[in-house]
């Protein structure tokens, strides 16, 4: 399993997808528990100089290089969620810490 979380602060999942400045990418470790990277990648800066239709592809590719499965954040809109579902990425709506959040997603 590996789970995105956008990040609104240190160790905290909130904030919108498609702005997302920061995300953590964590995949779960056969012994238990999950390798967190986090990854700058200032979608923020990017979602007003693109089209809609570049944004959404250049995040899908990102998805696709890390292996995401789940994408959990504070708020996504319509369009974003439709792409995800088309990928087959389930999308997880919760903030707080990221260790609580990451646990949620992985038993839910």
């Not at 570049?54 to 499965?69: N, R």
């Not at 707080?96 to 949620?104: A, I, N, R, S, Y």
Request: no cysteine.
């Amino acid at each position: 399993m590996v789970i995105l979380a956008t990040l609104a602060g240190k160790d905290t999942v909130g904030g919108g997808f498609g702005r997302a400045d920061r995300v953590a990418v964590a995949r779960l470790q056969q012994a238990g528990g999950f390798q967190v990277e986090e990854i700058e990648v200032g979608w923020g800066e990017k979602h007003d100089h693109h089209a809609d239709g570049l944004h959404h592809a250049m995040i899908a590719k990102f998805l696709q290089e890390q292996g995401v499965d789940t994408v959990v954040t504070g708020h996504m809109g319509d369009g974003m969620v439709r792409m995800l579902g088309s990928m087959k990425i389930r999308v997880v709506q919760q903030e707080g810490p990221l260790d609580d959040v990451l646990k949620t997603a992985s038993e839910a």
